[in-house]
């Protein structure tokens, strides 16, 4: 698996610490969301073309919602890049795969 699912009990280990040494993608998702579900399987291909450059995380809102509601998101998909235990870049909505690498690329 090239992500890790999080939820708000791990979001503060998994995320922000771990985004201390290495970027942090959080694709914030839910199930119902038809935009996320397509969105979902460029979001895992990333996590395994930046192996060992990004770490990929998912954060499904209907199971846990606290984070989400404390960073204001609105709209998923929401996908954030954390550096340094801050939010470095965001995009909101479904983007294309070239869209995706690109953005991640000049946010790495």
Known sequence: MSFTNVTDDTYDAE???ASM???VLVDF???WCGPCRML???IEEAGE???GKI???KYNCDESGNIAAELGIRSIPTVIIYRDG???ATQVGAVNKDQLTDWIQSNL
Do not use: G
Request: aromatic share 10%; glycine share 0%.
């Open 86 to 88: 801050k939010p470095v």
């Open 15 to 17: 995320v922000l610490q």
């Open 40 to 42: 979902s399987p460029l």
């Open 29 to 31: 998702w839910a199930p």
């Open 49 to 51: 073309e930046f192996s």
């Open 21 to 23: 040494t290495t970027p």
């Open 55 to 57: 770490k990929v995380c």
